[in-house]
Nanobody, 114 residues
């Protein structure tokens, strides 16, 4: 069982930045595929970015050029740096870990509004 705890969400103005963090349990964190997903009201959950154990990353089209996913295996933590935020980025952001099974955090709210 992998436990995930997200933090770093909040209210930010358009054009601003936030950094989300996700702390994971387990001694083999470096082997997990880690991802950030988001779900806006009335919409399906969608992948924002993921990072593989070797460091390979993938981004959704909406995240490319604005968001950066990274991981610190020594701290069992994955990050999502979000810059140039837009109102359409407003959503609950979920951390996901995949290693033989898929695990989810409880989510953190990100609201982009003036």
């Amino acid at each position: 069982q992998v436990q995930l705890v997200e933090s770093g969400g909040g209210l930010v103005q358009p054009g601003g930045s936030l950094r989300l963090s996700c702390a994971a349990s387990g001694s083999i964190f470096s082997r997990y595929v880690m991802g950030w997903h988001r779900q806006a009201p009335g919409k399906q959950r969608e992948l924002v970015a993921d990072i593989f154990s070797g460091g390979t990353t993938h981004y959704s089209d909406s995240a490319k050029g604005r968001f950066t996913i990274s991981r610190d295996n020594a701290k069992n933590t994955v990050y999502l740096q979000m810059n140039s935020l837009k109102p359409e980025d407003t959503a609950v952001y979920y951390c996901n870990a995949v290693y033989s099974a898929s695990y989810w955090g409880q989510g953190t709210q990100v609201t982009v509004s003036s």
